[in-house]
T-cell receptor, first 113, second 117 residues
Framework: RKEVEQDPGPFNVPEGATVAFNCTYS??????FFWYRQDCRKEPKLLMS???SGNEDGRFTAQLNRASQYISLLIRDSKLSDSATYLC??????????????FGQGTILTVHP | ETGVTQTPRHLVMGMTNKKSLKCEQH?????MYWYKQSAKKPLELMFV???????ENNSVPSRFSPECPNSSHLFLHLHTLQPEDSALYLC????????????????FGSGTQLSVL
């Protein structure tokens, strides 16, 4: 099983649509979770951290389900500018006292007019 | 501008060449990282440095040699690479290492697109 797994998509949605991505992780001891966004040929940029109680930032909502070991990202009222690859990042706890921020392969989103 | 600067942006090298990638962060962070991103694959962690000491070598071949002279600068020295090493190499920094319970968010540089011929 991959340490961090995402549905690669692509997701093609019209402007204004609501779209949701899920990400599963294998290590139940993981404590830190993030969503990053990567535009074509650019570096990943932090979109939002994911907290246990769930959190919202404008049109974006992130949820964490520890029991089922997945996190989700919901985008409401999609904009053309939301087109990007969305990367799930999980702190995978290994043999050392520190973890490794481990990336999923990303989910491609295309928002069309 | 993320505060992490990488040079060069693009690099083409032959298998017998020696080159170096440079990364500098202006964020006052303590940890620096090298990641590799190949087409259709997740970002792969290569090396981690904390306060200029290496804390992670993720089974990277010795043809990749990192150097961290201080907390703000990170290099990746390349020699006798293979065509399969062609990828986007990303430098990142964070205030603290993951798992410390403190600020561990990664900030990336723009990357070096490497082609090995």
């Amino acid at each position: 099983r991959k340490e961090v797994e995402q549905d690669p998509g692509p997701f093609n949605v019209p402007e204004g649509a609501t779209v949701a991505f899920n990400c599963t992780y294998s290590n139940s001891a993981s404590q830190s979770f993030f969503w990053y966004r990567q535009d074509c040929r650019k570096e990943p940029k932090l979109l939002m951290s994911v907290y246990s109680s769930g959190n919202e930032d404008g049109r974006f909502t992130a949820q964490l389900n520890r029991a089922s070991q997945y996190i989700s990202l919901l985008i409401r009222d999609s904009k053309l500018s939301d087109s990007a690859t969305y990367l799930c990042v999980v702190n995978i706890i290994g043999g050392t006292s520190y973890g490794k921020l481990t990336f999923g392969q990303g989910t491609i989103l295309t928002v069309h007019p | 501008e993320t505060g992490v600067t990488q040079t060069p942006r693009h690099l083409v090298m032959g298998m017998t060449n020696k080159k170096s990638l440079k990364c500098e962060q202006h964020l006052g962070h303590n940890a620096m990282y090298w990641y590799k991103q190949s087409a259709k694959k997740p970002l792969e962690l290569m090396f981690v440095y904390n306060f200029k000491e290496q804390t992670e070598n993720n089974s990277v071949p010795s043809r990749f040699s990192p150097e961290c002279p201080n907390s703000s600068h990170l290099f990746l020295h390349l020699h006798t690479l293979q065509p399969e090493d062609s990828a986007l190499y990303l430098c990142a920094s964070s205030l603290q290492l993951p798992g410390t319970g403190r600020d561990e968010k990664l900030f990336f540089g723009s990357g070096t697109q490497l082609s090995v011929l």
